[in-house]
């Protein structure tokens, strides 16, 4: 089967994350700003569409060159073998970024890519006049960075993050990539108890249960290439059906997920069902001041207020002083906090273990760590 030139891309500081998970499905990979390049044949886009938890798409290379005119545009985008993938009555909207380049102006870009495109088509189908663009959708993309030119052809269609799991959501909710990226970068295994107590529509915790059940996290959904004429049905037939079988229907979790709002709790439990994990997890309304706990080594992680849900300042520095008073104490748990406040640690009443940088869409945040004592090596 023939190879290409993939690339899954991913928010700003996550990179490693992706990279891991390319690692541990068995690719080589190379890491760039916000783009994880990897080799692959169309089992792999399918592999990849279905198996990433914190990508935001995959993409198909189709060309890169210098470009700075926009005759170095036409030409080169045009000498590309478009028919090897497009067929005559491809839809293939352009969408464009131009950063630090000659090129600078993105809908002349967007223009000229459309129309080098056309034209190529136009000759290999010996077509005269517009392409009909009544067929399968082909999402295509100029990006040019310092004069460099990238095209890629986006098999994902929707972006990653919806799982279609998410009946209902709450005023800001996380998205699913970012809740799957906070999970991962705790020390939770799957034999620790976990603890959310902001939980909202329930993403942090669905996203662990998915993980820890091995649910591949696009199982459910549908991806624009599977309309490709180049992608036979069986390919993502096959990679859904190994998925399904790789499921671990036994294992027992230990999830507690809560929030001060019931509302909230009957969304992220109708969330939890469509996701197949609602017996994994055990919801309940419970303000932050009622945890305690006997069990050790579990791990917190909470997405509370912040930003533009920062509606009563005074209200949310209370709580995350109350984190400090109920948290500290737990000396064998780990605690993970997700928050644009810059003074976060002042009002939890301790130094962070390790700060984290990362962006909740446009919004920069940090992840605050606190991390508890090590289990001993003889106990299980």
Not at 81 to 90: N, Q, S
Not at 294 to 317: A, F, M, T, V
Not at 328 to 339: D, E, F, G, H, M
């Amino acid at each position: 089967m023939k190879q290409y030139s993939l690339i899954a891309t991913c928010a700003s500081g996550i990179e490693a994350l992706v990279s891991k998970e390319l690692k541990d499905l068995g690719y080589q990979r190379q890491n760039e700003n916000g783009r994880i390049r990897f080799q692959g044949d169309l089992s792999d886009v399918a592999k990849t569409n279905i198996w990433l938890r914190t990508a935001d798409r995959i993409k198909i290379v189709m060309g890169e060159f210098k470009a700075t005119t926009f005759d170095q545009l036409y030409e080169q985008t045009k000498a590309i073998a478009w028919e090897d993938i497009l067929p005559l009555d491809a839809e293939f909207p352009v969408s464009g970024k131009s950063v630090k380049s000659k090129l600078h102006h993105v809908p002349t870009c967007q223009s000229m890519v459309k129309k080098a495109i056309v034209d190529r088509l136009s000759e290999v189908y010996h077509r005269r006049g517009h392409l009909p663009e009544t067929g399968a959708r082909y999402p295509i993309e100029i990006s040019i960075h310092k004069d460099k030119a990238l095209l890629t052809l986006d098999s994902s269609g929707t972006s990653l993050f919806k799982r279609g799991y998410r009946q209902e959501k709450g005023g800001a909710p996380l998205k699913e990539t970012l809740a799957a990226a906070l999970v991962d970068l705790t020390t939770w295994f799957p034999d620790r108890p976990l603890y959310d107590p902001t939980t909202g529509s329930g993403t942090i915790a669905i996203e662990a249960a998915m993980k820890g059940m091995n649910i591949a996290p696009g199982l459910n959904r549908s991806f624009v290439c599977e309309n490709w004429d180049i992608f036979p049905k069986e390919v993502f037939d096959q990679v859904r059906d190994q998925a399904r079988a790789d499921i671990n229907h036994d294992i027992q979790l230990d999830i507690l997920a809560c929030d001060i709002d019931h509302r909230m709790i009957e969304i992220a439990q109708k969330n939890a069902e469509a996701a197949g994990v609602s017996h994994q997890i055990h919801f309940k309304q419970m303000q932050l001041a009622d945890f305690t706990t006997q069990k050790s080594y579990g791990i917190i992680i909470s997405n509370p207020p912040y930003g533009e849900r920062l509606n009563d300042e005074d209200y949310i520095h209370k709580l995350y002083k109350k984190m400090g008073e109920i948290y500290r104490p737990l000396k064998t748990w780990s605690k993970y906090i997700l928050t644009s406040d810059e003074n976060f640690e002042s009002y939890y009443g301790q130094k962070a273990t390790k700060k984290r940088k990362l962006y909740n869409g446009a919004l920069k945040v940090d992840y605050y760590q606190y991390w508890g004592e090590k289990r001993p090596r003889n106990k299980a």
